[in-house]
């Protein structure tokens, strides 16, 4: 079970909500990050559990979906994580036979350029660098 705080500057009203650290639901792993180019918290999917199909016809379609896998197009899109909110609204595992962890690198959802750090309560205001406040009780449930 994961829970999603309010975090809140005292100093400039900046308001975020997200984990406040490393957080994990049943399929997937958050962990806070600090964007400097944004300047915001977000909750970065760091490992999502996704599902093997079952190869079709006993796994004779299988070495073209290898080959496929290893496609440009199809690599750069295992490597961006999805957003948080994307992550939560996709179909549970529950009932998947096969299923594995997804790992992926800790990136800002909105540029996979912009440099972004962990971030972890009670780290600072990423807009002003004041000790953010955090709101006891949790903002949400999730998973
Ligand atoms: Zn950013
Ligand atoms: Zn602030």
């Given at each position: 079970m994961g829970r999603s705080f309010w975090f809140e500057c005292?100093?400039?009203?900046?308001?975020?909500?997200?984990s406040g650290g490393a957080d994990r639901g049943r399929d997937l792993f958050v962990q806070t990050i600090s964007c400097?180019?944004?300047r915001k918290l977000y909750d970065?999917?760091?490992r999502l559990?996704?599902?093997?199909?079952?190869?079709?016809f006993g796994g004779?379609?299988?070495?073209?979906?290898a080959k496929a896998r290893k496609s440009k197009a199809a690599?750069?899109?295992?490597?961006?994580?999805?957003?948080?909110?994307?992550?939560l609204s996709r179909l549970p595992c529950q009932g998947v036979r096969r299923s594995r962890w997804q790992h992926y690198k800790l990136q800002c959802p909105v540029s996979a350029i912009h440099r972004v750090s962990a971030w972890n309560d009670p780290d600072p205001c990423p807009q002003c660098g004041m000790v953010?406040?955090?709101n006891a009780l949790p903002y949400r449930l999730w998973d």
């Open positions: 005292s100093r400039c009203g900046y308001r975020a909500t997200v400097r180019d944004c970065a999917v760091t559990r996704i599902s093997e199909p079952t190869p079709p004779l379609l299988r070495p073209l979906a690599k750069s899109k295992m490597d961006s994580p999805p957003s948080f909110e994307a992550a953010l406040e955090k």
